[in-house]
């Protein structure tokens, strides 16, 4: 399609517009858009295994940027280990309930923010929660007696164990980059 110049020129140029189907017109700029938007669907994407009654999955891993989006499937009764993140993640619940203690405050609907630095854990309620969660997976593992730290993970590591652990159940990883 296209249009007339400014000024009533006869030259003809690219219109800004493009009509998809009858009656219906789109801008160019919007077409872009969508052809640049990453997406994909999470059902396509198998839940890992990590040993303790908790599964994950990599929606979207940009460590050079310390952004990932990760889902969390959560056994009744799950409780991680305990540790603190250097930078702040986000999470939000889609189903269960959940806290960083044994009264489960977090339920479908419930926004958290992690804060850098705060000593925590996971604790999962009586049936299966599933968590949204985006941030750097940067964190410490710290032993509760003394306070020190035991373990690190960060996004290389992160990234290294759920290639592994794809490996060890027989998946290609697959999520937005």
Not at 36 to 58: A, C, K, N, Q, V
Not at 73 to 86: G, Q, Y
């Amino acid at each position: 399609m296209t249009s007339r110049l400014a000024g009533g020129a006869n030259e003809l140029t690219p219109a800004p517009f493009v009509i998809i189907e009858k009656g219906t017109v789109v801008s160019a700029s919007l077409i872009q858009e969508v052809a640049t938007t990453l997406h994909l669907h999470s059902t396509e994407l198998p839940y890992i295994d990590l040993g303790f009654g908790m599964s994950f999955r990599i929606l979207h891993a940009r460590p050079k940027e310390s952004l990932f989006v990760t889902q969390i499937l959560a056994e009744p009764f799950t409780e991680s280990h305990t540790h603190r993140h250097h930078i702040g993640n986000f999470g939000f619940t889609l189903r269960g309930q959940w806290g960083h203690d044994k009264r489960y405050l977090y339920g479908p609907g419930t926004y958290v923010f992690e804060t850098p630095g705060v000593v925590h854990q996971f604790f999962n309620g009586p049936e299966v929660s599933e968590i949204l969660f985006s941030g750097n997976p940067s964190l410490e593992f710290i032993d509760v007696e003394s306070g020190e730290v035991t373990g690190r993970n960060n996004s290389d590591t992160m990234l290294e164990r759920y290639h592994e652990l794809c490996r060890e159940a027989g998946v290609r990883p697959a999520y937005l980059e």
